[in-house]
């Protein structure tokens, strides 16, 4: 069973930046599909980001992409996520994923962490 454990969450003031990580233990997800996802305050959690166990093939959601950067030291299963010019509808609970498809136009992970939050002031 993998676990997954995020971290790096904060308060940050918009424009402002944050780096989060999430280290993999447990079942080691080697050739896995790792991503992220969020939940903003009262709506349904949703896909920001993945990327491929090689780092090859990298998706982004377009609230996200050119400000957000996934990338991951695989060979310590850990997963980061870089957020730059973050603005305050990034506000959210922030998870990282593991075994992240897509399934017609909907993202879905199988495994999940607990949980770091992001809040972006104005």
């Known amino acids: 069973q993998v676990q997954l454990a995020e971290s790096g969450g904060g308060l940050v003031q918009a424009g402002g930046s944050l780096r989060l990580s999430c280290t993999a233990s447990?079942?080691?997800?080697?050739?896995?599909?790792m991503g992220w996802f969020r939940q903003c305050p009262g709506k349904d959690r949703e896909f920001v980001a993945r990327?491929?166990?090689?780092?090859?093939?990298?998706v982004y959601a377009d609230s996200v992409k050119g400000r957000f950067t996934i990338s991951g030291a695989y060979a310590k299963n850990t997963l980061y996520l870089q957020m730059n010019s973050l603005k305050p509808e990034d506000t959210a609970v922030y998870y990282c994923?593991?075994?992240?498809?897509?399934?017609?136009?909907?993202?879905?992970?199988?495994?999940w962490g607990q949980g770091t939050q992001v809040t972006v002031s104005s």
């Open positions: 990327v491929s166990w090689t780092g090859a093939s990298l």
């Open positions: 447990g079942r080691t997800p080697i050739g896995s599909v």
């Open positions: 994923a593991a075994d992240v498809a897509k399934y017609g136009s909907t993202w879905r992970g199988n495994y």
